[in-house]
């Protein structure tokens, strides 16, 4: 009777040992898989020792509790670990994501910008085509006509008006209401002044270092060098 009675009880604490591995085992990994399985087996040959030996089924149980208890805090310890290493990739990816974004940003401000400027110098290059197709047109003191004649602050009024800008109609006073600019920032469509002490001439800078205006009655509006006289000033009602 004794001796069934500790058959049973080796079986039972077999299948508690199986138990216990096959509760720890997915808690591991690589290394510490082998650790805990050699931990385990140290505590069941030890098991049966005691078993063996006293045959007592409180010491079983005490055993088997520790074995659980230990395989129980590996699981425990493992997926600590894995929620971590979720944390950390779920952050990783968080940073990923944000420097994908920002570059996105920086690309689409940058095309804003260009597409920005690009239609800024369109605008400046349509005044400057428009212009230039009245070259050769006669000179008229105080006309404003593009064909018939017109001087050269009457030139310059009548290419803007025809943008929707409305402009003085002296050179001196064209001046004055221009938005001054240093020669050196000089762009296509701006008004380069010329005087001496006051303001007497004004031309439309077309690029290139070059100007189209309303010269004299010999010359008609023709395309001159910006600097064929020192200029007294740049101003401009372009953007």
């Known amino acids: 009777m004794e001796e069934k009675k500790r058959r049973y009880m080796k079986k039972k604490l077999s299948l508690i040992i199986l138990l216990c591995i096959g509760i720890g085992a997915p808690a591991q990994a690589g290394a510490e898989a082998a650790d805990l399985g050699g931990g385990i087996r140290k505590e069941a040959l030890f098991a ?69 400027e690009e239609k800024r110098m369109a605008l400046r290059n349509k005044v400057v085509d428009f212009a230039l197709q009245f070259e050769g047109n006669p000179y008229v003191y105080g006309g404003t006509s593009l064909t018939k004649g017109a001087d050269c602050s009457g030139f310059v009024m009548s290419v803007f008006k025809e943008f929707g800008y409305s402009l003085p109609r002296v050179a001196g006073a064209q001046y004055e209401a221009s938005r001054k600019k240093d020669i050196s920032q000089i762009e296509t469509g701006d008004l380069v002044f010329y005087g001496s002490g006051a303001i007497s001439h004004v031309a439309l800078y077309i690029g290139d270092g070059k100007i189209i205006h309303a010269s004299t009655s010999a010359s008609g509006i023709k395309i001159s060098d910006y600097d064929y006289e020192r200029p007294a000033g740049v101003g401009t009602y372009l953007k």
């Open 48 to 116: 049966e020792k005691e078993t063996e030996t006293d045959g007592e089924n409180t010491k079983i149980s005490e055993i088997a509790g520790r074995i659980l208890e230990h395989a129980t805090e590996q699981a425990q310890e493992y997926q600590e670990m894995k929620d971590e290493a979720q944390k950390a990739e779920v952050q990783k990816r968080a940073m990923e994501i944000k420097k994908e974004t920002d570059q996105i940003r920086r690309k689409a401000k940058a095309k804003a910008a260009r597409q920005k």
